[in-house]
């Protein structure tokens, strides 16, 4: 994943909510939800980032083992 600091995080976590399609305007269930979580950079360090959660089920999906998406699709 990736790490960003967002400066004005109050204006722009709704732009995003509304880009997950996670906020009251679309029908429950949604696909992500968001949450506060510890997550470990590539140095060791730990932050508090909110991130989006896949709240789907990931049974029947096939892992990409680079973890890299766009390597997957070439």
């Given at each position: 994943g990736e790490v960003y600091q967002l400066l004005?995080?109050?204006k722009l976590l709704p732009i995003?909510?509304?880009?997950?399609?996670?906020?009251?305007r679309f029908p429950p269930p949604h696909e992500y939800q968001r949450v506060l979580n510890t997550?470990?950079?590539?140095?060791?360090r730990e932050l508090n980032c909110w991130v989006?959660?896949?709240r789907k089920p990931?049974?029947?999906l096939q892992?990409?083992?680079s973890g890299d998406y766009f390597d997957y699709l070439a």
């Open positions: 004005q995080p109050e995003l909510d509304d880009y997950e399609e996670c906020t009251p997550v470990t950079l590539a140095d060791n989006y959660l896949y990931t049974i029947r892992r990409i083992e």
